[in-house]
């Protein structure tokens, strides 16, 4: 637990404080294209540091990752956006859900507006699958879609994952 704890203080601090440099987005549009970029620049500040982070490591990695694997990094928590979670909210509800699922849930149903938003948090992976179906964008939706399975069928969504649990 006190390691877990300590990856969340780490977590708080690192979506805190979150920034992303014009040379950074510059790249993440690069990867994306002209069709997925946008999904990038919705997102908050702190997903997008994450993102870059997750392709960080990918990178360090897999030098050669395949351009779905790193696009994957840049937007596996899309679906995240539409959630609108402050950093504080989304630490508190991360903190609950691990500590007494029980509780955040009393929570929850005191805040019927969290409730909402923290739905849409936790239902990310299916969010923004749908949303790059949508695009056109077929197997790397297929990619976020299972990047929170247990056992992820796709060799590029293990990778992810690997990459993700590291940030």
């Given amino acids: 637990m006190t390691g877990t704890a300590i990856h969340r203080v780490g977590q708080f601090w690192r979506h805190s404080s979150a920034r992303v ?27 997008q540091r994450h993102g870059l982070d997750v392709l960080h490591t990918i990178d360090r990695a897999l030098p050669d990752a395949a351009s779905i694997l790193r696009q994957a990094a840049l937007l596996h928590d899309m679906g995240k ?15 609950l859900a691990a500590l007494s699922p029980r509780l955040l849930q009393g929570v929850l149903r005191l805040r019927p ?30 990619v976020i879609a299972e990047h929170h399975a247990a056992k992820p ?4 969504t293990s ?9």
Avoid at 22 to 39: C, H, R, V
Avoid at 81 to 95: D, H, I
Avoid at 117 to 135: F, K, N, P, V
Avoid at 153 to 156: G, K, Q, Y
Wanted: proline share 4%.
């Fill in 21 to 47: 440099s014009p040379a950074e987005t510059a790249s993440a549009e690069s990867i994306l294209g002209p069709s997925l970029a946008g999904f990038f620049l919705e997102l908050p500040v702190n997903d």
């Fill in 159 to 167: 990778a992810l994952q690997r990459a993700d649990h590291a940030n």
């Fill in 153 to 156: 069928r796709s060799e590029v």
């Fill in 81 to 95: 956006a539409g959630a609108a979670l402050s950093v504080l909210e989304r630490s508190l509800t991360v903190f």
């Fill in 113 to 142: 507006g969290l409730a909402r938003r923290y739905a849409i948090y936790a239902d990310h992976a299916r969010i923004g699958a749908e949303r790059l179906r949508a695009a056109g964008a077929i197997e790397l939706a297929a």
